[in-house]
Nanobody
């Protein structure tokens, strides 16, 4: 069983920055990817960014390119999301995700709230 614990959410003004952290515990011997999803008000949960655990390649959705940076620490089984130039439309619950044993994300954290005020 895998447990993902997120931290770092909060309230910030537009233009500000936040850093989300996620640490995985339990069965972490076969991580393929780690990343972040978010659910913004009125929308379905969407993929935001991810990092390949084998080659370090990263991927982002267009709305966050140039503003968000994902990184990973294999020694700590941790993934981070540095968010800058935040916009009100970035408001939502951010979920840490892990793909174990394959390329599909199949483990989820409980989520951390990010609120960006205008």
């Amino acid at each position: 069983q895998v447990r993902l614990i997120e931290s770092g959410g909060g309230l910030v003004q537009a233009g500000g920055s936040l850093r989300l952290s996620c640490v995985a515990s339990g069965r972490t011997n076969n991580i393929w990817r780690m990343g972040w999803y978010r659910q913004t008000p009125g929308k379905e949960r969407e993929f935001v960014s991810g990092i390949d655990w084998h080659d370090g390649r990263t991927i982002y959705i267009d709305p966050v390119k140039g503003r968000f940076t994902v990184s990973g620490d294999k020694a700590k089984n941790a993934v981070y999301l540095n968010m800058s130039t935040l916009k009100p439309e970035d408001t939502g619950v951010y979920y840490c995700a892990m793909a174990s044993g394959g390329s599909t994300y199949n483990n989820w954290g409980q989520g951390t709230q990010v609120t960006v005020s205008s």
